[in-house]
């Protein structure tokens, strides 16, 4: 059995306060084995949630983005064939030519894209309407991207509409109403909070500054930054994860050259 997606309100009640009957009667969810689990943007991190859900869940897929997603298309047809070589359903995969396709097709949908101009508001009051009425949305990318008073009137007229949120429009600040949204799940900006996570943001924040004092080239690949989180191992010579290096002028020889004086300090403190 796939776990499902039940209401918070679910958390306010006790053993002290409701009966077994009340349990089985009132919190009822969807399974989400077989239902349809939409992306938008299937960049790094949408990707790697998409197969979160398919490969646990065993949900199907579809995406929106402006490049096709060929590793994580690969990967979906593989776990397909695997599921039906051992004699269950397979999971299925589709590029959908537009975003509204996703909206009206998942059961599911997480948004992943970058907030520029283009984003901003992405989801508004027409998008919302044509999602379905128990229809997931969950925002772990910018707030913005979402119209945060249009979702508040969404989420009133439609009680199984359900959304989360980790991040919010006016930041550290809601709009009216959606704190008190039976149907919302809303957390303080706090996706990363893991200890594994939160000590490897550090880690590679300290070997950014490293490398860019000892002049080192930047890491051949972003996505793969592991090496450089091996307790017992030398990291390598590289700048791991900055994304704008070109922008900056990230890690030239000259500037190890000339801050050289101060690198074994900052060795000792990382």
């Given at each position: 059995?796939?776990?499902?997606?039940?209401?918070?309100?679910?958390?306010?009640?006790?053993?002290?306060?409701?009966?077994?009957?009340?349990?089985?009667?009132?919190?009822?969810?969807?399974?989400?084995?077989?239902?349809?689990?939409?992306?938008?943007?299937?960049?790094?991190i949408?990707?790697?949630?998409?197969?979160?859900?398919?490969?646990?869940?065993?949900?199907?897929?579809?995406?929106?983005?402006?490049?096709?997603?060929?590793?994580?298309?690969?990967?979906?047809?593989?776990?397909?064939?695997?599921?039906?070589?051992?004699?269950?359903?397979?999971?299925?995969?589709?590029?959908?030519?537009?975003?509204?396709?996703?909206?009206?097709?998942?059961?599911?949908?997480?948004?992943?894209?970058?907030?520029?101009?283009?984003?901003?508001?992405?989801?508004?009051?027409?998008?919302?309407?044509?999602?379905?009425?128990?229809?997931?949305?969950?925002?772990?990318?910018?707030g913005?991207?979402?119209?945060?008073?249009?979702?508040?009137?969404?989420?009133?007229?439609?009680?199984?509409?359900?959304?989360?949120?980790?991040?919010?429009?006016?930041?550290?600040?809601m709009?009216?109403?959606?704190?008190?949204?039976?149907?919302?799940?809303?957390?303080?900006?706090?996706?990363?909070?893991?200890?594994?996570?939160?000590?490897?943001?550090?880690?590679?924040?300290?070997?950014?500054?490293?490398?860019?004092?000892?002049?080192?080239?930047?890491?051949?690949?972003?996505?793969?930054v592991?090496?450089?989180?091996?307790?017992?191992?030398?990291?390598?010579?590289?700048?791991?994860?900055i994304?704008?290096?070109?922008?900056?002028?990230?890690?030239?020889?000259?500037?190890?050259?000339?801050?050289?004086?101060?690198?074994?300090?900052?060795?000792?403190?990382?």
């Open positions: 059995m796939a776990p499902t997606p039940v209401s918070p309100s679910a958390s306010s009640y006790t053993p002290a306060n409701a009966t077994i009957t009340m349990y089985c009667r009132r919190f009822v969810g969807n399974l989400l084995k077989g239902q349809t689990v939409g992306v938008i943007g299937a960049g790094r949408g990707s790697a949630y998409a197969r979160m859900m398919i490969e646990g869940f065993k949900m199907n897929l579809i995406y929106y983005d402006l490049y096709q997603a060929t590793r994580l298309e690969n990967f979906v047809t593989a776990y397909g064939q695997f599921l039906k070589a051992n004699g269950e359903e397979p999971v299925t995969w589709k590029r959908a030519a537009t975003m509204e396709d996703v909206l009206r097709e998942a059961d599911v949908i997480s948004l992943h894209p970058v907030l520029d101009k283009t984003t901003y508001h992405l989801i508004n009051p027409e998008r919302l309407a044509i999602m379905k009425k128990e229809a997931v949305l969950v925002n772990a990318s910018r913005p991207v979402i119209d945060e008073a249009a979702l508040v009137e969404h989420l009133k007229a439609n009680p199984m509409f359900r959304v989360g949120l980790d991040v919010f429009e006016d930041e550290p600040y709009k009216p109403g959606l704190a008190d949204m039976k149907n919302a799940v809303v957390v303080p900006h706090i996706a990363s909070a893991s200890k594994w996570t939160r000590e490897g943001m550090a880690t590679l924040s300290a070997l950014n500054v490293l490398g860019k004092i000892k002049g080192y080239p930047v890491w051949g690949n972003p996505n793969q592991e090496p450089f989180l091996q307790e017992n191992l030398t990291p390598p010579p590289a700048c791991p994860s994304v704008n290096a070109k922008q900056i002028v990230c890690c030239r020889p000259a500037i190890g050259k000339a801050l050289g004086a101060n690198t074994d300090r900052l060795v000792s403190t990382c």
